[in-house]
């Protein structure tokens, strides 16, 4: 464990308060003044060559010690990752502090050393919001990272060893046991409220009377209705309570919302981009209203409609792809396969602005495995498969049948992916059925829902039991398309309709994905094609009806004349 140098170590205050030397390092350095904004409204100025310190920040710093639980943020810009690893580190000095004096009184069963977890959604979310960033939050010296899944950091030895822990709530139960001196959730509304309070039972560790229970967030995603009402809501909130039984008072819920303006080293640009931004994302990430998200169309939980990017798709799943046109608005093109029961797997995506046919045309090629001279000058974000993929049909947008807007003059991009004259191949791509958001958005439900009930266990609390999934997962990998149906919600005018995407945005800031999903379901399991399509038999439709399909039963499917059926290893 990294100890500090004795001239790092005369600089730190022996008050674990004081450090905040360290938290807000920079200066005014202009010859202007600087505001950030009080909780209760009123300006803070920082005048020329003082610290910039962000009030509302500091406010949370206090108040995870008055309260049972905080939440910070609601709006982006507003340091909430950063003020969050801080917040758990200023606990582990202090706790180590404490520890240490009841050592020296003679007390027994004192922990060595105190231990505090950083809860995400996904590891893969812990390593890009935290792991990789953690050296641009914390001075080099103060510890060491160790591990990758799960990862965890060690402060050094002069800051008292305590551990800070990197965790995903894929299974909450996974944590039964374990013991934290404080808890923290990184974007909290990504999670189910059953995941929140799962973990609000392990509110303990040996020695500390107080657990700090600590959350970010922005307004979005699609626990924010719970979180909304626990924490922000006035009249829903939680609020301190005297328990008779315990003879025990509670400390109440409390936020603090933290916008972009509250941070004065942020530049005009990133507000002038957040000001851009769709009407409902601007309001809830420049403004943090709570209320833009109102009428969500789908009830999407990351636990249940989500799967690990590590999970490998079954050679013996036909494969599919579907293809949305962009202009203005992204180019979308979703990888999917479906399994022996009918249901649909998107495993890949692809979602790029401002471009044409003849460019788009090689990364979605080579995201398919197709191997072409030049290929390494193609960049593209998603993983490649190490081998050509074999599709059993690729449908696409039928605005793909019009001409122009391709790259190639007066022809339609049917016309370039189709073509079998270039390196890359022809798609053989089908006319989808879905011309109009609204037309699918019925045929989805059906695809999201999915059935659950709670058991109660001996101990009073509650298990939740998913009794019948849903048939459409999304992969880990597929953000864009998490947020584009996540995002989807109902017109205010016409409530039977999603409410429309005008000018230009980028990858799921609109209904792109989502229509390229719809295209993809109604083509890959229902079997719905457009006018050139009829005649093909490209779906399998698993009516259920209340019973379980055999693994091994092969899905009716039309396949190419190259494709290798292969034996499924499924018992």
Known sequence: MPRATQKESSKLPNNPESIRDY?????????????????????????PGERIIIPKQAEFLESMYKYDAVLYGGAAGSGKTYILIWALVLILIKLAKVFQKQRESGMKNVPDVPRVVLFSSTYSMLEDRH?????????????????????????????????????????????????????????ITENEEYVFEEI???????????????????????????????????????????????????????????????NPTLSKAYY???????????????????????????????????????????????????????VAHPTVCLWGAVDFEGDLWIYREYSVTGQDAVWHKPRIAKLSGVRFQGEDEVQVLARCPSRPEVYASTVGDPEMWRHGHTGMGDIAWREVFNDDKDEYGPFNMTRAKVSKVNEGLDDLQVGFSFDEQWEVRDDGTRKRIITRYPRIHISEDCECTWQSVTNASYDDRDPEKMKKYQGTYGPGQGDDELKALMMMWRSAVQGKLGKEGDEIDAGYEARRDGKVLERNRQPKIWLPANYKKRETSWA
């Open 131 to 187: 792991v990789k960033e953690i050296g641009n939050y914390l001075p080099k010296w103060f510890g060491t990272m160790y591990g990758s899944k799960p990862p965890e950091f060690h402060l050094c030895d002069f800051l008292g060893g305590g551990q800070l822990l990197f965790r995903n709530l894929s299974d909450p139960d996974a944590y039964k046991s374990v013991q934290f001196a404080a808890i923290a959730f990184d974007e």
């Open 200 to 262: 609000m039972i392990r509110k303990r560790f040996t020695g500390v009377s107080h657990i700090p229970v600590i959350a970010a967030t922005n307004p979005t995603g699609p626990g924010r209705a719970w979180v909304h009402e626990k924490f922000v809501n006035e009249k829903t909130k939680v609020m301190p309570e005297y328990i008779e039984e315990f003879d025990y008072h509670t400390k109440g819920y409390h936020y603090i919302q933290a916008l972009p303006t509250d």
């Open 272 to 326: 002038a981009t957040l000001k851009q931004r769709k009407p409902a994302l601007r309001d809830a990430m420049l403004y943090g209203r709570w209320d833009t998200f109102q009428g969500q169309i789908y009830n999407l939980q990351p636990s249940v409609h989500r799967f690990s990017r590590s999970m490998d798709i079954p050679d013996e799943w036909p494969k599919f792809r579907a293809i949305d046109k962009g």
């Open 23 to 47: 938290i807000w390092p920079a200066f005014n350095r202009t010859d202007k003044n600087m505001y950030s904004r009080l909780s209760n409204g009123k300006d803070y100025l920082i005048r």
